[in-house]
């Protein structure tokens, strides 16, 4: 299909929406997790850790611990750490920065919940029972709390990193764009705050390590995205070649960024293994999970547009500073820089800049969650409702004005992203209608007019999917027919709630030409799976296809040869292979299947010319030839806010999406529900919240709050094709929920509360912070006064 088109026909893709393949398996409870792994004679881990946020050990007693019947061992950082040989991350390369990456907390510790030593015991209730009998004498120190006052603080995180600064990075000076805000008539800024929140799966981090010493090799199952990723992680931390490790993912209960790369505790797991003479198992629950799991989002930054009389954009700066923990996992500045890179988002901006500055703290380390760069568009797409309501225009009509239309295309936007293949005018219009927003407006109007508070707010946004960079420009497939004309596909894997294994199967199906009940996937065991990246960047749709599409076009020249000649030699331009059955053009009664092909092949093959080939296993590597594919969305939310409780109660939830042709819509549409709840519940509900003193006061579901099906309105979807560069036009859409539903949110709340000259700019909106910031604006003695409101 060329072009963009509207898909309105709900028959249109009715072929593509197969049963996922993995349901009947989960949903009867016979997946295998990691917890589900066990070893003969396997022991069990629990990590002692650091009850204050900053603080010298100065002395470590294990000896009652170790005297507890049924341990069998305690490891401290001098028995861990000297054996570090080598630790980066594939994903960004041997010479990349990195930050400090102790496997346990060695002569300080720098968050609550940092591990000081690892208990190996016969079960995991002795190894808790025995945590709690190691002594560790603390002298507390200072902490570093609050990441936006780190640079200016005596005390240092790291004291190898002065003025707790771990980076910084920008495009030209801001005072460039001095004279274009100075004359401009209208310059709005606001600067915004988004608290830590973090991916929360439902299966919480977990490993079992195996280590044989007959033969150096080392086995782990894990909860990963990306399984080739932790074997070269873990042959280069131990120094073994890389084939002595196998690293086996089966199911896993979710991912979002945060399993894609080892953390401190599997350092610890592989490297305690080569120490003992069995199995170890680590499975976290959920209070170390909130501990040091690692947080996202906790960033703030003053962004700035300049407007001319009509309301077009002239610039957009951003000044932006990330919270990155104690022991961000990666490097944040390598990734964080997409936050400015984007914020000119998909408008029509000639001149922008931006500057980010990365802390380090005494929290949890920043890890990757589901659009790490997502602040651009709460900072964005909030201010530009601000600036419409200084303007004095409806927030649509400013959009309108300076988004991107198709017949720009391709295009850079001002920091040099370049841009192709989008339709954000035609995802805006779409959800616009979707919703009727005029009537929405006049029923807004009538509801304020009888004392009740609803608002509008949406969400555009461009997204870079399938990222070819370093790790990720290539990806690889082996299919196999089996004798019995079968068909196995063999991938990489990280399938972890993405459904990547109905992905590769329907793939595999349409590229050969086989029924999909006749094709099975093996994914993430790297003793039998291509090398490849793993799920991480909204690249999995994408770069599977394009290494599934290469593989099977040559399996498939296999099949038409042998077919051919079993047809009465007839040329393989007049065989037609439809559902693994071979015909003969015009002459349908001749025909030949796929098993019969296989038997022939495998053992017959003495029957068949020297010229043909009987191999029916074919392996292929495709590599990117794009920068990145962009996908793009927009979010339409409505609300109803009571200015007396401050409770929020979502209306109608719209989105509107471009992901090129569509696999299979289940699983897309998938993807949309489960992001768009994970933003919501960033903008309502879910908070890392740590005191003064460092301590986290959010352990446990009592206080982390996530959204539920309760709080959750059903999610309208609509649809927009605009075929990629990439293989089969797909593009990447994994993240983009969780980018669009913030803003989306935060610009409802807004609208509803524009009366009372409310004005949002720190999250999580809770009704205590809306109950708030209606008595600010009280007091401040805007229109409407909250009181009067009531009273009315």
Same mark, same amino acid.
């Given at each position: 299909?060329?072009?963009?088109?509207?898909?309105?026909?709900?028959?249109?893709?009715?072929?593509?929406?197969?049963?996922? $393949?993995?349901?009947?398996?989960?949903?009867?409870?016979?997946?295998?997790?990691?917890?589900?792994? $066990?070893?003969?004679?396997?022991?069990?881990?629990?990590?002692?850790?650091?009850?204050?946020?900053?603080?010298?050990?100065?002395?470590?007693?294990?000896?009652?611990?170790?005297?507890?019947?049924?341990?069998?061992? $305690?490891?401290?950082?001098?028995?861990?750490?000297?054996?570090?040989?080598?630790?980066?991350?594939?994903?960004?390369?041997?010479?990349?920065?990195?930050?400090?990456?102790?496997?346990?907390?060695?002569? *300080?510790?720098?968050?609550?919940?940092?591990?000081?030593?690892?208990?190996?015991?016969?079960?995991?209730?002795?190894?808790?029972?025995?945590?709690?009998?190691?002594?560790?004498?603390?002298?507390?120190?200072?902490?570093?709390?609050?990441?936006?006052?780190?640079?200016?603080?005596?005390?240092?995180?790291?004291?190898?990193?002065?003025?707790?600064?771990?980076?910084?990075?920008?495009?030209?000076?801001?005072?460039?764009?001095?004279?274009?805000?100075?004359?401009?008539?209208?310059?709005?800024?606001?600067?915004?705050?988004?608290?830590?929140?973090?991916?929360?799966?439902?299966?919480?981090?977990?490993?079992?390590?195996?280590?044989?010493?007959?033969?150096?090799?080392?086995?782990?199952?894990?909860?990963?995205?990306?399984?080739?990723?932790?074997?070269?992680?873990?042959?280069?931390?131990?120094?073994?070649?890389?084939?002595?490790?196998?690293?086996?993912?089966?199911?896993?209960?979710?991912?979002?960024?945060?399993?894609?790369?080892?953390?401190?505790?599997?350092?610890?797991?592989?490297?305690?293994?080569?120490?003992?003479?069995?199995?170890?198992?680590?499975?976290?629950?959920?209070?170390?999970?909130?501990?040091?799991?690692?947080?996202?989002?906790?960033?703030?930054?003053?962004?700035?547009?300049?407007?001319?009389?009509?309301?077009?954009?002239?610039?957009?700066?951003?000044?932006?500073?990330?919270?990155?923990?104690? #022991?961000?996992?990666?490097?944040?500045?390598?990734?964080?820089?997409?936050?400015?890179?984007?914020?000119?988002?998909? #408008?029509?901006?000639?001149?922008?800049?931006?500057?980010?500055?990365?802390?380090? !703290?005494?929290?949890?380390?920043?890890?990757?969650?589901?659009?790490?760069?997502?602040?651009?568009?709460?900072?964005?797409?909030?201010?530009?409702?601000?600036?419409?309501?200084?303007?004095?225009?409806?927030?649509?009509?400013?959009?309108?004005?300076?988004?991107?239309?198709?017949?720009?295309?391709?295009?850079?936007?001002?920091?040099?992203?370049?841009?192709?293949?989008?339709?954000?005018?035609?995802?805006?219009?779409?959800?616009? *209608?979707?919703?009727?927003?005029?009537?929405?407006?006049?029923?807004?109007?009538?509801?304020?007019?009888?004392?009740? #508070?609803?608002?509008?707010?949406?969400?555009?946004?461009?997204?870079?999917?399938?990222?070819?960079?370093?790790?990720?420009?290539?990806?690889?497939?082996?299919?196999?027919? *089996?004798?019995?004309?079968?068909?196995?596909?063999?991938?990489?894997?990280? !399938?972890?709630?993405?459904?990547?294994?109905?992905?590769?199967?329907?793939?595999?199906?349409d590229a050969l030409g086989v029924d999909i009940a006749d094709v099975s996937s093996i994914q993430g065991d790297t003793a039998v799976t291509p090398f490849g990246g793993g799920t991480g960047g909204s690249r999995s749709g994408p770069m599977t296809a394009g290494a599934v599409n290469q593989t099977a076009t040559e399996l498939r020249g296999r099949i038409l040869a042998l077919a051919a000649h079993?047809?009465?030699?007839?040329?393989?331009? *007049?065989?037609?292979?439809?559902?693994?059955?071979?015909?003969?053009?015009?002459?349908?009664?001749?025909?030949?299947?796929?098993?019969?092909?296989?038997?022939?092949?495998?053992?017959?093959?003495? !029957?068949?010319?020297?010229?043909?080939?009987?191999?029916?296993?074919?392996?292929?590597?495709?590599?990117?030839?794009?920068?990145?594919?962009?996908?793009?969305?927009?979010?339409?939310?409505?609300?109803?806010?009571?200015?007396?409780?401050?409770?929020?109660?979502?209306?109608?939830?719209?989105?509107?999406?471009?992901?090129?042709?569509?696999?299979?819509?289940?699983?897309?549409?998938?993807?949309?529900?489960?992001?768009? $709840?994970?933003?919501?519940?960033?903008?309502?509900?879910?908070?890392?919240?740590?005191?003064?003193?460092?301590?986290?006061?959010?352990?446990?579901?009592?206080? #982390?709050?996530?959204?539920?099906?309760?709080?959750?309105?059903?999610?309208?979807?609509?649809?927009?094709?605009?075929?990629?560069?990439?293989?089969?036009?797909?593009?990447?859409?994994?993240?983009?929920?969780?980018?669009?539903?913030?803003?989306?949110?935060?610009?409802?709340?807004?609208d509803a509360l524009a009366p009372f000259g409310v004005r949002i700019s720190r999250l999580p909106l809770t009704p205590s912070t809306i109950v708030d910031l209606l008595e600010e604006a009280a007091q401040r003695g805007a229109a409407g006064a909250v009181r009067t409101a009531v009273a009315g």
């Amino acid at each position: 299909m060329n072009g963009s088109q509207q898909a309105t026909d709900s028959d249109r893709y009715a072929g593509r929406r197969v049963k996922r $393949v993995e349901d009947a398996r989960l949903l009867t409870g016979r997946g295998t997790f990691v917890d589900d792994v $066990v070893r003969p004679g396997m022991l069990h881990v629990n990590f002692v850790r650091s009850p204050v946020a900053r603080a010298r050990i100065t002395g470590i007693d294990i000896s009652e611990a170790l005297a507890l019947d049924g341990v069998h061992a $305690v490891l401290t950082a001098a028995d861990i750490n000297p054996h570090v040989h080598e630790q980066w991350f594939s994903l960004e390369g041997r010479h990349a920065p990195d930050t400090p990456r102790p496997p346990l907390a060695e002569g *300080e510790v720098r968050h609550v919940g940092d591990p000081v030593a690892m208990i190996i015991a016969q079960d995991r209730y002795i190894a808790e029972d025995a945590a709690e009998l190691v002594i560790v004498d603390y002298d507390q120190l200072p902490p570093v709390v609050d990441y936006a006052t780190a640079f200016d603080s005596s005390e240092l995180v790291h004291e190898a990193y002065p003025g707790n600064l771990v980076g910084q990075i920008g495009g030209r000076p801001m005072a460039d764009l001095a004279p274009t805000f100075d004359n401009a008539p209208h310059v709005v800024s606001e600067t915004y705050h988004q608290q830590a929140y973090c991916a929360m799966p439902m299966e919480t981090r977990g490993i079992v390590t195996e280590w044989s010493p007959s033969d150096g090799t080392m086995t782990i199952w894990t909860a990963t995205q990306s399984p080739h990723e932790v074997r070269g992680f873990c042959a280069r931390l131990l120094a073994i070649p890389e084939h002595s490790v196998r690293v086996v993912m089966r199911d896993t209960g979710g991912g979002f960024g945060q399993k894609v790369l080892p953390l401190r505790e599997d350092m610890c797991m592989m490297i305690a293994a080569t120490k003992v003479p069995a199995a170890l198992k680590w499975i976290e629950d959920r209070q170390e999970h909130l501990l040091a799991a690692g947080q996202a989002r906790h960033e703030h930054g003053e962004a700035r547009m300049a407007f001319d009389d009509d309301g077009r954009i002239l610039a957009a700066t951003i000044d932006h500073v990330q919270d990155a923990g104690a #022991y961000p996992s990666p490097n944040p500045v390598g990734s964080g820089i997409a936050v400015g890179l984007i914020f000119p988002g998909p #408008y029509r901006i000639p001149e922008g800049t931006f500057n980010s500055r990365f802390a380090f !703290s005494n929290t949890s380390g920043r890890v990757a969650y589901r659009g790490p760069w997502q602040f651009e568009s709460v900072a964005r797409e909030c201010l530009l409702d601000v600036a419409a309501r200084q303007i004095g225009i409806d927030p649509v009509e400013l959009r309108r004005k300076n988004m991107l239309r198709r017949d720009e295309l391709p295009t850079a936007n001002c920091n040099g992203m370049p841009y192709s293949d989008i339709t954000p005018l035609e995802t805006f219009e779409q959800a616009l *209608e979707i919703l009727d927003y005029d009537a929405f407006r006049r029923e807004q109007e009538q509801a304020r007019a009888a004392g009740r #508070y609803l608002g509008v707010g949406t969400c555009t946004y461009v997204e870079p999917t399938a990222g070819a960079s370093a790790l990720y420009g290539t990806e690889g497939a082996t299919i196999r027919v *089996e004798p019995s004309g079968k068909v196995n596909v063999y991938v990489a894997g990280g !399938s972890c709630g993405n459904s990547l294994e109905t992905t590769v199967i329907q793939l595999t199906a349409d590229a050969l030409g086989v029924d999909i009940a006749d094709v099975s996937s093996i994914q993430g065991d790297t003793a039998v799976t291509p090398f490849g990246g793993g799920t991480g960047g909204s690249r999995s749709g994408p770069m599977t296809a394009g290494a599934v599409n290469q593989t099977a076009t040559e399996l498939r020249g296999r099949i038409l040869a042998l077919a051919a000649h079993l047809l009465g030699g007839v040329p393989v331009d *007049e065989v037609e292979f439809t559902r693994g059955v071979a015909t003969v053009k015009g002459s349908p009664e001749k025909q030949v299947t796929l098993a019969e092909i296989a038997e022939t092949a495998y053992f017959k093959s003495g !029957s068949l010319p020297a010229e043909l080939s009987v191999g029916l296993e074919v392996s292929g590597r495709f590599r990117a030839q794009h920068l990145m594919l962009w996908a793009n969305a927009t979010h339409v939310c409505t609300c109803e806010v009571d200015i007396v409780t401050g409770e929020v109660k979502l209306l109608r939830y719209i989105v509107s999406e471009d992901c090129g042709p569509m696999i299979n819509p289940n699983v897309v549409e998938g993807q949309i529900f489960g992001g768009t $709840v994970q933003g919501i519940g960033g903008a309502l509900y879910e908070e890392l919240a740590y005191d003064d003193a460092g301590n986290p006061v959010t352990t446990t579901f009592m206080d #982390y709050l996530l959204p539920t099906a309760a709080e959750v309105p059903t999610i309208e979807l609509g649809h927009v094709e605009t075929p990629s560069i990439g293989p089969g036009g797909y593009k990447g859409v994994g993240e983009g929920g969780a980018i669009g539903a913030p803003p989306a949110v935060i610009n409802a709340v807004a609208d509803a509360l524009a009366p009372f000259g409310v004005r949002i700019s720190r999250l999580p909106l809770t009704p205590s912070t809306i109950v708030d910031l209606l008595e600010e604006a009280a007091q401040r003695g805007a229109a409407g006064a909250v009181r009067t409101a009531v009273a009315g």
